[in-house]
């Protein structure tokens, strides 16, 4: 069985309210949020204007028509509550478009008896996401004139019991539809989907920087490899001039340095012949001279 959502919020400045008229009448070119499709945005409608308003001014409208109070309004007063209408992704699949606005305009109907149909601002509903839902905006005027947020909106307990109405009034109309979670379960949800992202965002960053360090040490790799590279055909000319020397060096000592040294030998040799013949000579000249 499908749910009902209802959330509200107050709103605490006149920028933060011109931020939500910005979402909910389509104002900007580009949104973060992927699910919206703004060539489907001509499908979004508003059951409250029949044209887009400006929110403030609108605002301020509602109070001069509708407060009845003594006292000057603070500066700091909520003049705005803003909220959001949906179920899930199932309860829409096979419901018309017909049926959609339907659930819509009974929802619209809920806010009017709650809250009063002339402090309603708007009740948009988007057709442009995954999920169609209705945001809804109402100036948190008392049955008795007076401007109050506290005493509209109440506390906790009251909010669920505001939740417990609204369910109960979609079933009323045979919606059949179960009551949503309460805030803190949800916002609990959120906090742990929230953890998850950061932690996934964390093993990503992890992800990206081991890559990014794996990218560097290629890189440096490459580097070297073209250094590498560089010396070898440096060297190879080096190489080649160191084996010519080495092979001569070679034919030296086992060819010509043998030879050389066997004609020093003979040269060695055939000197000491000729010494000694020189000196039989002298031997010879010296007997002659004696006689």
């Given at each position: 069985m499908s749910y009902s959502i209802i959330r509200v919020a107050r709103v605490k400045s006149k920028t933060n309210t011109t931020g939500i008229q910005k979402h909910v009448q389509r104002e900007n070119k580009n949104y973060e949020n992927d699910d919206i499709d703004l060539e489907k945005s001509y499908l979004n409608y508003d059951l409250v204007n029949d044209s887009d308003i400006d929110f403030n001014q609108k605002i301020d409208e509602k109070i001069e028509q509708n407060y009845a109070g003594k006292r000057?309004?603070?500066?700091?007063?909520?003049?705005?509550?803003?909220?959001?209408?949906?179920?899930?992704?199932?309860?829409?699949?096979?419901?018309?478009?017909?049926?959609?606005?339907?659930?819509?305009?009974?929802?619209?109907?809920?806010?009017?008896?709650?809250?009063?149909?002339?402090?309603?601002?708007?009740?948009?509903?988007?057709?442009?996401?995954?999920?169609?839902?209705?945001?809804?905006?109402?100036?948190?005027?008392?049955?008795?004139?007076?401007?109050?947020?506290?005493?509209?909106?109440?506390?906790?307990?009251?909010?669920?019991?505001?939740?417990?109405?609204?369910?109960?009034?979609?079933?009323?109309?045979?919606?059949?539809?179960?009551?949503?979670?309460?805030?803190?379960?949800?916002e609990r949800k959120h906090r742990q989907v929230e953890q998850y992202k950061s932690e996934t965002k964390y093993h990503e960053k992890e992800k990206e920087f081991a890559r990014q360090t794996l990218k560097g040490t290629e890189k440096q790799i490459q580097n070297h490899q073209r250094l590498i590279d560089h010396y070898k055909r440096e060297i190879k000319p080096i190489k080649a001039s160191y084996d010519n020397m080495k092979s001569e060096l070679k034919d030296w000592e086992e060819i010509k340095l043998p030879k050389l040294k066997k004609e020093a030998q003979n040269i060695e040799n055939q000197k000491h012949k000729e010494s000694k013949k020189i000196e039989d000579l002298k031997q010879e000249r010296d007997r002659h001279l004696d006689i």
């Open positions: 000057k309004i603070r500066n700091d007063a909520i003049k705005h509550i803003d909220g959001v209408i949906t179920s899930d992704e199932d309860f829409f699949k096979f419901k018309s478009t017909e049926d959609i606005k339907s659930f819509f305009e009974d929802s619209k109907q809920f806010l009017e008896n709650e809250y009063g149909k002339e402090n309603l601002l708007y009740a948009t509903v988007h057709m442009d996401e995954k999920t169609p839902h209705m945001h809804y905006g109402f100036v948190p005027i008392t049955e008795d004139g007076r401007l109050s947020a506290k005493e509209v909106i109440g506390n906790k307990k009251s909010l669920t019991e505001f939740q417990d109405r609204f369910n109960q009034y979609l079933n009323d109309k045979g919606y059949r539809l179960e009551r949503g979670e309460s805030k803190n379960k949800t």
